[in-house]
């Protein structure tokens, strides 16, 4: 998790950042060997902060879907369904017309999808 302190903020700041800067949503281990991606393992870091730290992270979140890649908005959106489901349900409906795309990986199978796309699923789903 993160350290003790004010480094916790940094270490929570750095996790943003790299979901921020995101081209590819991956949940789990990708690959025949099932590797995590440093983005992946972002998301576990920012997914695990929040019992501890959920303002903040909130205020990560929602810096990441106003200025992160499209893989970062959704990484933060599926996020946000923790924190806040009507704040993430918001989230969702306002990025489903959104044409960007993004690499996913579901275990070796690696696809492209839009946001929009992926965002209307998600509210399907909800």
Do not use: N
Request: some cysteine; glycine content about 8%.
């Amino acid at each position: 998790m993160f350290g003790i302190g004010r480094k916790w903020e940094r270490d929570l700041g750095a996790a943003a950042d790299e979901l921020a800067a995101a081209d590819t949503l991956a949940f789990g281990g990708v690959g025949l060997a099932g590797t995590l991606l440093p983005v992946t393992e972002a998301y576990e870091r920012v997914s695990a902060a929040l019992d501890d730290h959920p303002e903040e992270v909130r205020r990560q979140l929602d810096r990441v879907l106003a200025d992160g890649t499209p893989a970062g908005r959704a990484y933060a959106a599926t996020l946000l369904e923790r924190v806040d489901p009507a704040a993430a349900r918001a989230a969702w409906t306002s990025l489903r017309d959104d044409p960007s795309e993004f690499t996913t990986f579901v275990g070796c199978v690696m696809d492209r999808e839009t946001l929009g796309t992926y965002a209307s699923r998600r509210l399907a789903a909800a």
